[in-house]
């Protein structure tokens, strides 16, 4: 007869609750001069930063530049669980996402032309959860990197219509940490680690027309990024008459980051104020399952399939740039973007709500060549929801502040 | 830079200034129409802690009681007074062993497998043989192993349970006259359990299930005593306990054959009418009824215990030659006078619930719940053996989390009826089964 006690018997199905990155960790962080008009600017060529937000603008660009940026964001969630009303906070670092941007203009008789080369973090985050707080066996830790590559080219193919195109290749790592219920004879639980490098490809292209001196508009199609994880490295600390069920081991996976499609407008009221407005559609619709596939099974570790269910969504931006001096520009702006994340699958590694944000920033430009930008990013939001898969149960309230800045040069 | 620009900047750094951590907003535990001055809680083992068959002092801290208390202290109760056993001790069972703990042991064919075995070759007697009774500092949980709803009126209780016998006031003081004595303002009551554990472990060859006569009346008189100076209460239900491990983990088919087997066993079988096929058949099993040789098939209704001898089974050729005995089987016919006599029991403490307007846990609805399965914070659940992570080794009785979903239950059932809000505990912050 079958041994009744045959660990075989055990069945914690490692519910790997890898969800990447929502609305939440898409980082819109890639240019100061955007982010100060609440990261809009589709419709503009402000800087080199447009090889990312529209390289059809960069078509415009008069002179070569180098622009660095770093937006270091301090976030902070609050979980309070509804039924016994405690509350378990997020032990963050520091996120850092960057941005480093490269444009060539050409100049005689190939002067409609430049390329570029930008390096941005449009994906990424890290959530560290308090220890023994009350949904580690959902989460305890998700870092996700995500650094995309974009060579580019673009093209004025008149005084009013600039068109660009960049190919992406996106590099990427993933770690997630989670404690697994069983515990050992001094009572510590068990715990997973799943770490792995991604990669992916995508592009990026765009087309901006000045409708006349005072009007311009927008269009940008950033796509889809399907990143695999290939060779991951599944590592589990379990107890000792376990380890078998807990094999160490290899995983696959695949994390779809979403196509973004963009209209953008700019108006320019006279010689001090302009005011953009972008509209964007992120197509996160791809991200419907997150599924792990373990190089080796056993009855306690099976491959997962979780559903995600994410929603496409709208998201508005806008704002608005005064230009007070030679020197001087002050900026300010805000968006709102709904949630991907459909009721009864939030997360905690993607507390998502919608979201409702304000930016302020300003640039002081020190001579033809150098100028400096700054910008300021701050949200809160709160979303109450029962996970359908861990039945996790309560009220995520989110904090975020991004204070950033840029050095740019101009020759 | 002018002055507007000075406005600007200052707009601009106040916004770098602002706040950064969310505030905690929860709403302050209120007692409702609760009165906390004096709490007591009444039951049997799993009410006191007694888990893994035993009592000791670690089951005493995560006994359904203690949870249950630490809850209630959050809307102004006292801790629980608790009969504490040694914290060095062992401990010990209703039936003088030691606890069981998971580990390894080593079958009659020499396969060396996780089990659970004894903390210990005996149970610590020292540890209950003395009176820890206090007169100025009266218990609150009698949570008494192996207590029957008959014998709370019985003189002689102390006698036959040395762990009702350690805590009471004099050995001849009577378990309801110490609860009134306690003049409680809320009570807890579970108790009906072991009234029919004893038919069940017994696979049903002893007789004890009290008529449902008896058993209202002890019930009835027990609650009109504790609620007769107006304090209000909970009462819980008794759950089918047939859906625990102990009766659901062997498998009814566990039998496996190979074609030799199978041979020799439709020989000596088949002029009865039992036929047997390559891999897993039913065991066989004693029936008296059943033809002249009293044996016959266990059907895939019946439930084989816990306490059925695997080494014989796996090496003696029990449940195949030699017919599985009674005493390890709840037939079918057992199982439907144990079921309905739970269903009539629960139908009056329902009633009872009512007719003294008192909170009613349904316990035999948390029991089929866990029997379910659910997830609970990402942690699943179930009345799987060891794996499930609710039941303690023996099968029968909660571990530390499952005592803490158990808990949540009763605070459910009593912030609906005194529309108090009692926070629930985190059931993940307990421990379930500990491996080697």
């Known amino acids: ?411 | 830079m002018n002055k507007r620009h000075f406005f600007l900047l200052t707009v601009f750094t106040a916004l770098g200034l602002l706040s950064c951590e969310p505030k905690v907003k929860s709403p302050l535990p209120s007692k409702g129409e609760l009165d906390v001055s004096k709490i007591i809680f009444i039951g049997d083992g799993q009410m006191g802690g007694y888990m893994d068959d035993g009592l000791k002092y670690q089951g005493q801290q995560n006994s359904l009681a203690n949870i249950l208390a630490g809850q209630f202290e959050l809307i102004g109760s006292n801790p629980a007074n608790i009969p504490w056993i040694n914290s060095a001790s062992v401990g010990i069972s209703t039936t003088g062993l030691a606890p069981l703990h998971l580990g390894y042991k080593t079958d009659c064919q020499g396969t060396v497998s996780l089990s659970p075995i004894r903390d210990a070759s005996t149970g610590d007697l020292s540890s209950i043989n003395q009176s820890c009774y206090n007169a100025n500092n009266p218990f609150t949980v009698f949570g008494i192993p192996g207590l029957r709803l008959n014998q709370f009126t019985n003189a002689s209780l102390a006698g036959i349970n040395p762990f009702y016998n350690r805590m009471c006031a004099s050995p001849n003081t009577r378990l309801l006259d110490e609860l009134l004595a306690q003049n409680a303002t809320f009570f807890q009551l579970y108790i009906g359990l072991e009234d029919v554990l004893d038919y069940a472990k017994s696979g049903g060859t002893h007789e004890t299930l009290p008529s449902d006569l008896q058993f209202q009346q002890n019930y009835e008189q027990v609650v009109q005593n504790l609620t007769a100076n107006g304090a209000k209460g909970a009462l819980a239900t008794i759950p089918d306990v047939s859906q625990m491990p102990y009766f659901t983990t062997i498998p009814w088919n566990g039998l496996t054959l190979d074609n030799s087997n199978v041979g020799t066993l439709n020989s000596i079988y088949n002029p009865l009418g039992y036929y047997f096929q390559l891999g897993a058949n039913p065991f066989m099993m004693v029936d008296s009824t059943a033809n002249m040789f009293a044996v016959r098939q266990i059907q895939s209704t019946e439930l084989l215990l816990l306490s059925l001898p695997l080494d014989s089974v796996k090496c003696n050729q029990m449940g195949v030659l030699f017919p599985i005995r009674d005493e390890f089987v709840l037939d079918a016919d057992e199982l439907s006078v144990l079921r309905g006599r739970i269903q009539s029991y629960n139908d009056f403490i329902r009633q009872m619930a009512q007719t003294y307007n008192l909170a009613l846990v349904n316990t035999d609805q948390f029991i089929s719940n866990v029997a379910d399965g659910f997830t609970y914070n990402g942690v699943s659940m179930s009345s799987k053996f060891v794996s499930g992570g609710a039941y303690s080794l023996d099968g029968i009785y909660l571990n530390p989390r499952g005592n803490a979903h158990f808990a949540n239950a009763f605070i459910k059932a009593i912030n609906q009826k005194y529309h108090s809000t009692i926070p629930e505990v985190n059931a993940n912050k307990f421990d379930g089964v500990r491996f080697p």
């Not at chain 1, 005072?214 to 290939?230: A, E, I, P």
């Not at chain 1, 939001?381 to 101009?410: C, H, V, W």
């Open chain 1, 1 to 411: 007869m079958k041994s009744f006690l045959n660990i075989s018997c055990l069945s914690f199905v490692l519910a790997a609750a890898l969800s990447s990155y929502a609305q939440g960790f898409q980082v819109n962080f890639q240019g100061q001069k955007q982010q100060g008009m609440g990261c809009a600017g589709t419709a503009l060529n402000v800087d080199a930063s447009s090889l990312f937000f529209n390289p059809g603008a960069s078509a415009f660009a008069n002179k070569s530049e180098v622009n660095l940026a770093g937006t270091p964001i301090f976030a902070h969630v609050l979980y309070t669980d509804s039924a016994t009303q405690t509350s378990y906070r997020t032990q963050n670092p520091v996120g850092t996402p960057f941005s480093a941007y490269g444009l060539y203009r050409c100049k005689k008789s190939l002067e409609p032309l430049s390329f570029g080369l930008a390096i941005y973090t449009p994906f990424g985050s890290t959530v560290q959860w308090e220890p023994n707080w009350i949904g580690r066996f959902a989460l305890t830790r998700l870092s996700l990197k995500a650094i995309f590559i974009q060579p580019t080219f673009s093209y004025r193919i008149s005084e009013r219509l600039g068109i660009g195109a960049g190919f992406v290749i996106s590099k990427g790592s993933v770690n997630l940490q989670k404690d697994i219920p069983v515990q050992d004879s001094l009572g510590n639980y068990g715990h997973a680690e799943l770490a792995g490098k991604a990669i992916g490809f995508g592009y990026n292209a765009g087309i901006l027309y000045h409708v006349n001196e005072r009007f311009s508009m927008g269009l940008t199609y950033r796509s889809k990024v399907s990143m695999s994880v290939d060779n991951g490295n599944a590592t589990f600390t379990v107890p000792n008459a376990l380890s078998s069920s807990f094999p160490n081991g290899t995983f696959s996976s695949q994390l779809p980051l979403p196509s973004v499609l963009t209209l953008g407008l700019s108006f320019s009221a006279n010689k001090k104020w302009t005011f953009v407005l972008d509209l964007n559609r992120v197509n996160w619709k791809v991200y419907d399952t997150l599924a792990f596939d373990y190089a080796q099974n056993t009855s306690a570790l099976s491959d997962t399939k979780s559903a995600r269910n994410y929603e496409s969504i709208f998201a508005f931006r806008g704002g608005a740039a005064y230009t007070a001096s030679e020197k001087w520009t002050f900026r300010f702006g805000g968006g709102f973007g709904f949630s991907p994340v459909q009721s009864g699958f939030v997360t905690p590694e993607t507390p998502d709500a919608n979201r409702l944000y304000g930016t302020t920033g300003l640039s002081f430009r020190a001579n033809e060549h150098f100028s400096f930008d700054a910008s300021m990013y701050v949200t809160r939001m709160r979303r109450s929801d029962k996970n359908l898969e861990t039945q996790l149960n309560g009220t995520f309230t989110s904090i975020a502040l991004a204070p950033g800045i840029s050095l740019n040069y101009r020759w």
